[in-house]
């Protein structure tokens, strides 16, 4: 056991050595975990602890079998581990009136952001980037660290590239999808020449004839805030409907501390009221954003390198939120033929993704209990840990 954990540590320290470079401006210390949760899902928060570990985490539920003081509404507890619970209980059902989203929770879960902010952004303890997902999502902090390392956190963000989106008039919706309006980042002048630091897709992975987006709507490039208006710009040029699309909370969300900051938590609260029936917490924060005047800004395909045949273009291949085939990535059987010289294609491919993957959902309810949720998540990391270690 000690030496499990012994390993665990000397793994991680090689790591960053290994994979954080010159481009690695923020610590651990400039981030927030924000998780929404419930009651019965306990197992799930401590299986998470295996991504979170040094990262102070906010925890929305409405009870929690291991705090049996913690009930009363809107009671904070600081737990061990440096976790902060936030009581906040479901919302109640009047009858003939639908939820806020479809399940009590749901209100919870959209506005734990907003409580997280104000809990955190005094100057004593304050923080640079929230990951914010689903219960069940997992960040790869080493990855998130060296993505980010090209982004200034003074601009508004809400980072993700796994969008639902449906054109109006269109076909039902589904996700990621290249014409969802959003933008793209622009990389910090320090870091915008040289190579992005997680290497680009080799350009034999990738093939041309990918058939994505389907109106040809290529995302701007902006360096300050992607707001609605700019987002918009190109569908309303072409006098073209331009609706909110909706993040996927599996996949998460990663906001600059600036982006809380502009958004005024009451006008959001009042937003959230004014939803009936969204279908979950990552649409309701989507509309309410979107009502705010901000848009996603989607960093997959930037990181790409130069030269690409889908340069600047959407490809699902980039997508770092959730991306499908990260399971495939991996598989312990992978990992050594990562290392060989006969890595090529999607081997090469799937190398890319382990070193720029941000994050994944493991979905619980794919499993029997949450204990078995958590320990899925808690797998997913060494599988992660170990794949970096022997694909480098
Ligand atoms: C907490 O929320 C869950 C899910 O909505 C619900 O099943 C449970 O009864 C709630 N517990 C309390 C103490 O409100
Ligand atoms: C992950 O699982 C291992 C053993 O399976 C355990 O020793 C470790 O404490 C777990 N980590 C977390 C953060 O729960
Ligand atoms: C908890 O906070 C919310 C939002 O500020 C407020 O509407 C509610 O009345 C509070 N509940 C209690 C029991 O103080
Ligand atoms: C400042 O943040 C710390 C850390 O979360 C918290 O414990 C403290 O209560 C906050 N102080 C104020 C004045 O909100």
């Not at 929690?64 to 061990?80: A, C, G, I, M, Y």
């Not at 992978?334 to 993957?357: E, I, N, R, V």
């Amino acid at each position: 056991m000690a030496n499990v954990v012994l390993l665990c540590i000397v793994l991680k320290l090689f790591l960053q050595d290994v994979w954080v470079t010159e481009a690695d401006l923020y610590p651990e210390s400039d981030f927030i975990a924000v998780i929404p949760t419930c009651e019965g899902r306990e197992e799930i928060i401590s299986g998470s602890r295996a991504w979170r570990q040094g990262i102070r985490t906010f925890i929305a539920t409405n009870a929690s079998r291991h705090l049996p003081s913690f009930k009363k509404d809107n009671q904070t507890v600081e737990s061990k581990d440096g976790e902060t619970y936030r009581c906040i209980l479901d919302e109640k059902y009047t009858s003939g009136v639908r939820f806020h989203g479809a399940r009590p929770g749901d209100l919870r879960s959209a506005i734990s952001p907003f409580l997280a902010h104000a809990h955190y952004s005094n100057k004593s303890e304050t923080y640079k980037w929230m990951l914010y997902g689903d219960d069940d999502t997992v960040f790869f902090i080493p990855n998130v660290i060296s993505f980010l390392g090209r982004l200034n956190h003074m601009v508004p963000y809400a980072l993700t590239d796994n969008l639902w989106y449906r054109r109006r008039g269109s076909n039902s919706p589904y996700h990621p999808h290249p014409d969802a309006p959003r933008c793209y980042p622009c990389a910090l002048p320090e870091h915008s020449s040289g190579q992005p630091n997680q290497g680009s897709i080799p350009a034999e992975a990738v093939s041309n004839s990918d058939p994505y987006s389907i109106l040809g709507y290529t995302p701007p490039t902006v360096c300050e805030a992607c707001t609605v208006d700019v987002a918009c710009k190109a569908y309303r040029e072409a006098n073209m409907d331009c609706d909110a699309p909706r993040a996927h909370g599996g996949a998460g969300i990663i906001f600059s501390k600036a982006l809380l900051d502009f958004v005024d938590l009451n006008e959001f609260q009042r937003c959230l009221e004014r939803v009936w029936g969204a279908s979950g917490s990552d649409t309701l924060i989507s509309l309410c954003l979107w009502e705010a005047g901000y848009a996603f800004t989607d960093p997959g395909v930037w990181i790409q390198g130069p030269g690409h045949p889908h340069e600047g273009r959407p490809h699902p291949h980039y997508i770092i939120f959730d991306n499908r085939r990260q399971s495939t990535a991996l598989r312990a059987d992978h990992f050594q033929m990562m290392k060989s010289k006969t890595c090529s294609g999607s081997c090469a491919y799937d190398k890319w993704l382990l070193k720029s993957m941000v994050s994944m959902h493991v979905a619980a309810r794919a499993h029997p209990t949450s204990a078995a949720a958590g320990h899925a998540l808690n797998k997913t990391l060494s599988s992660y840990y170990r794949a970096m270690q022997l694909a480098s």
